[in-house]
């Protein structure tokens, strides 16, 4: 891929934040709530504009059986936050939230960043790991989903174990 076609590439990919309030690079708030797609993941949807899974695009206001695949993903995981001392209003905030269906959002669900990353002191540094992170897992969760489709087409129902 030449270097003109890996900024296209990293700008698709970040498309859910420059979408969101102020760009995606300022806190917007933070959502609660016990449900999903009742609460907290709605109350995302509303305050963001988002409808769409961030890494695969399945738009979950398309069908009743997409939107009961609704999660929302924490970027930089709030484990890692915590372990790194990073603020938690930086890490519970929606600017560091995605939209995620249920495959995607279980495709790396043990994630954890490189070892020696810098640990962010200002915001500005907390966004940047953020948008690293964040291209990061898309092309890895990308990987699982070509290997998800290789073995589903592989029709491993037929295959017989007796």
Same mark, same amino acid.
């Given at each position: 891929?030449?270097?003109?076609? #890996? ?17 995606? @690079?300022?806190? #917007? ?18 305050? &963001?504009?988002? &409808?769409?899974? /961030? ?5 979950? &206001?398309?069908?009743?059986? &997409? ?21 938690? $209003? =930086? ?5 560091? #939230? +995605? ?11 043990? @994630? ?12 500005? $540094?907390? @966004?940047?790991?953020?948008?690293? +992170?964040?291209?990061?897992?898309? #092309?890895?969760? /990308? ?11 592989? $029709?491993? =129902? ?5």
């Amino acid at each position: 891929m030449g270097h003109r076609s #890996i900024r296209a590439f990293e700008r698709k990919l970040m498309k859910p934040f420059v979408d969101y309030p102020l760009g995606g @690079y300022n806190l #917007i708030g933070s959502v609660s709530g016990s449900n999903c797609r009742h609460g907290y993941g709605r109350d995302f949807m509303l305050k &963001t504009g988002q &409808t769409k899974c /961030a890494y695969c695009g399945v738009d979950f &206001t398309s069908s009743y059986e &997409t939107w009961l695949t609704m999660a929302l993903d924490h970027v930089v995981p709030t484990g890692v936050c915590q372990s790194l001392k990073i603020d938690p $209003e =930086w890490s519970k905030d929606c600017s560091n #939230i +995605v939209l995620a269906c249920s495959a995607c959002n279980s495709f790396l669900n043990r @994630y954890s960043p490189p070892k020696g990353i810098s640990i962010p002191h200002s915001l500005p $540094e907390f @966004y940047s790991l953020r948008d690293h +992170v964040f291209i990061e897992r898309s #092309i890895l969760i /990308a990987r699982k989903h070509e290997d998800e489709k290789a073995f589903f087409k592989s $029709e491993p =129902w037929k295959n017989s174990i007796r």
